[in-house]
């Protein structure tokens, strides 16, 4: 395994998000934990998850509390992993169907990252992240309640979520160092944070891809995927490897965190750390 800077952590190059663990498909409470077991065990030092990482209509706070048990659990050494946490989603149903509602209410931030620090076991997350930008509150109250919750040790440091450039500036002048991570969306089929991963990197962030293989569901085009493909089948290493080796390409402060419903999954995206791609494959990709 190979490591990248998280503000204050050294994280596994690739890193692992819970949210398949956790939510609706997810597995039986046993087989998660093994899956996070292997991970740990590959080397991985960062897990991802979420106040929200749970069913729709079920109890919140299923991912943090798997996060908590693995880690408990793990026969390694626990004081090298990151736990990285985020507040300001809540599920819901719309239409009959499984979405995210977004509470960035400034006070009900800290509740929650208060019931975050409980369901992790910790007196002070490792990270924290805001979820998502609400177009109902100011972003300046929701990084001032990240402030506050560094100030109360509620949190070590903090990163925000699915934010835009202007947003990310805006959070770094009001944070300064405090804020390490910008974690949004990147893989083949979603491009368009690319002006995320310069600003971040021109600000000494580290920027954690989520759906770094396009999501758990089937990707919204799959002919963008075609040109990893090809040069997987190439290579003899699976699609996945190659899209995350790509990613990893982007920049020494990106740091993927696929997830995963079963180890085989992970552990193969895991040996994308090893898979260097030539000049050419890499122009073929862009
Ligand atoms: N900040 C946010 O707003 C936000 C939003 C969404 C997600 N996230 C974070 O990002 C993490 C990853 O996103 P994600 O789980 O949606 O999507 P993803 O990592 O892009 O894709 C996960 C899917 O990829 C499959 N997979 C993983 N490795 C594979 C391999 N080597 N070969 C073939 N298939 C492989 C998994 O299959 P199996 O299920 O068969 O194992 C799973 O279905 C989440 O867990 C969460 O922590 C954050």
Known sequence: MKYRKLGPYQASAISYGNMPLAIEGRPDRATAISVIHDVLDAGVTHIDTAWAYYPSGDTPQYGEELAAEALRTWSGDQSRVTIATKVGHFRNFTDGRPTWGIDDDPDHLKERAHESARALGVDTIDLL???????????????????????????????????????????????????????????PGFRSSEPEIEVTGELGLAFVA????????????????????????ARSVSRAQVILAWELTKGPHVIPIPGSHRSATILDSLRATDLELTEEELAVLG
Do not use: T
Request: no cysteine; glycine share 6%.
């Open 129 to 187: 992240y805001s979820h998502r930008p609400s177009p109902d509150v100011p972003y300046e109250k929701v990084i001032g309640a990240l402030a506050d919750l560094i100030d109360e040790e509620v949190a070590s440091v903090v990163g925000i979520s699915n934010a835009n450039p202007d947003q990310i500036r805006l959070a770094h002048r009001i944070l300064g160092d405090r804020l390490v991570a910008v974690q949004n969306q990147f893989s």
């Open 210 to 233: 989520w759906s770094p293989l396009g999501g758990y569901r089937a990707a919204l085009d799959q002919a963008l995927f075609e040109p990893f493909q090809k040069i997987a089948d």
